[in-house]
C-alpha cells in the first residue's frame, strides 16, 4: 500500500480541508501544500531516526500504540486530534528540526509559521496512525522499520514531492527549496 499517496489524496478532499483550513483560519490551497509537503517530509524525519537501534525500537512502539487508530476517516480523525498529543510527536520526530520544517513550509506557503505547526501537529498522529496499520499488516518488528520506511519512501519518490521534502529539514537550502517548490505547485 502506498501510504503516501493514500494520504495525501485523502487529506486533499475538499471537506477535509476546508475542515482543516477552517480550524486555523487558513486558505484550504495553502493548507493543502503544507499536508502534501509536510508528509513527505516527516516520513523522511521518522525513516533517518529509524536508522539507530534505539530510534527503530522507539518507533516500532509508537507506531504500536497507533496501530488501532481509525485513520480510514482522514476527515473524522483530523477533526478529534489531541493537539498536545500531536505536538509531542512532532518533536519526537523532528527534534531540533521542527522549527526549521515549520519556517521553512511557511515561506513556501505563505502560512505563518504557528499556522504551519497546528496543521502538522495534526498530520504527524495521522502518519502515525497510519505507519501503525502498516507495520502490523506487515508483522514488522523494530529490526524491519527502517526497511518498511525506505520501501514508503521509495514508493513516495515518483510523485517528486519525496525528493523534495528532505530538504524542508535544511537550514541550508531554503532558497533554492522554495524556487523548486514554487514550480511544483504553479508559484514563480
Request: charged share 30%; aromatic share 2%.
Amino acid at each position: 500500500m502506498d501510504i503516501l499517496k493514500l494520504l495525501t489524496e485523502q487529506i486533499s478532499d475538499k471537506e477535509t480541508l476546508e475542515k482543516l483550513g477552517g480550524s486555523i483560519g487558513g486558505r484550504t490551497e495553502d493548507v493543502e501544500k503544507v499536508a502534501k509537503m509536510g508528509i513527505p517530509a516527516l516520513l523522511q524525519a521518522l525513516e533517518k531516526n529509524a536508522k539507530s537501534k534505539e530510534g527503530a525500537e522507539s518507533l516500532a512502539n509508537a507506531l504500536e500504540q497507533h496501530k488501532d487508530d481509525e485513520v480510514e476517516d482522514v476527515k473524522g480523525f483530523l477533526g478529534n486530534v489531541d493537539n498536545d498529543e500531536g505536538d509531542k510527536i512532532l518533536q519526537h520526530i523532528l527534534g531540533g528540526k521542527k522549527q526549521t520544517l515549520q519556517n521553512n513550509l511557511a515561506k513556501q506557503t505563505g502560512i505563518n509559521s504557528s499556522e504551519v505547526s497546528q496543521i502538522l501537529t495534526k498530520i504527524a498522529p495521522l502518519l502515525l496512525g497510519a505507519l501503525g496499520k502498516e507495520k502490523n499488516q506487515r508483522g514488522v518488528d523494530s529490526s524491519g522499520i527502517d526497511g518498511m520506511l525506505q520501501g514508503l519512501i521509495e514508493q513516495g519518490s515518483q510523485s517528486g514531492l519525496m525528493n523534495i521534502a528532505a530538504n524542508l529539514l535544511d537550514d541550508e537550502s531554503t532558497g533554492g527549496i522554495i524556487k523548486k517548490l514554487g514550480g511544483l505547485f504553479g508559484k514563480k
